[in-house]
């Protein structure tokens, strides 16, 4: 248990439903991460925001929008997606998003099936 | 004890020193992952292991499946190589287990 959570654990939607991810941790963490886990391929990060504010977007399609209304929460908006974007998303919180002790608290991820 | 054991906990060494980091895990697994940090940004992904030995520019990493065993080796280490280091499987329930990490420091 690493004191960030994430719902659902499991998602099955079609291509033209509209879902949300939901990441949450009370550790007082001001940096919180999306990281999408493929089949087969390394871990990939797609967003970073640092209290509240995004501060890295790699290059991640527009059919998903993250949100951080604050620094406990960080979602992560789901529209139109594609088959291929099935895969496990991990969130993760960080103390400080520079900071040189730190390590990341990885939320169990949500199963994310696109039929 | 965590499925997942990396050692050493923390390293600090020479510009130019050849350096071994273990990763131990107890469970059946589909891959490994070897990660990066440093203590500007989010994690990236060096390895991903399914079996054997991969190598990119100055990093190899290794895994034995019957041992349950991995290392990442950096060769020629370099300050800019100073990172924590993260081991992390995929178990057989598709679920991914992190090690603590490794902190390493190189000293110019």
């Known amino acids: 248990e690493t004191g960030v959570t994430q719902t659902p654990r499991h998602l099955v939607m079609g291509m033209t439903n509209k879902k949300s991810l939901k990441c949450e941790q009370h550790l007082g963490h001001n940096a919180m991460y999306w990281y999408k886990q493929s089949a087969k391929k390394p871990l990939e990060l797609m967003f970073v925001y640092s209290l509240e504010e995004r501060v890295e977007n790699n290059s991640v399609p527009s059919r998903f929008s993250p949100e951080c209304p604050n620094s406990s929460h960080l979602f992560l908006h789901l529209h139109t997606l594609q088959p291929e974007d099935s895969a496990l998303y991990l969130c993760?919180?960080?103390?400080?998003?520079?900071?040189?002790?730190?390590?990341?608290?990885f939320g169990p991820g949500t199963r994310l099936t696109v039929l | 004890k965590n499925e997942v054991e990396q050692s050493p906990q923390n390293l600090t060494a020479q510009e130019g020193e050849f350096i071994t980091i273990n990763c131990s895990y107890s469970v059946g697994i589909s891959a490994l992952h070897w990660l990066q940090q440093h203590p500007g940004g989010g994690i990236v992904s060096l390895f991903m292991?399914?079996?054997g030995k991969k190598k990119h520019g100055r990093l190899i990493a290794t895994i034995n499946i019957q041992e349950k065993h991995s290392s990442l080796h950096i060769t020629a280490s370099h300050p800019r190589d100073s990172a924590v280091y993260i081991c992390?499987?995929?178990?057989?329930?598709?679920?991914?287990?992190f090690g603590k990490g490794t902190r390493l420091h190189i000293l110019p």
């Open positions: 292991l399914s079996s």
């Open positions: 992390a499987v995929l178990n057989r329930d598709d679920k991914i287990i």
């Open positions: 993760a919180s960080r103390l400080e998003i520079a900071s040189s002790t730190d390590t990341q608290y």
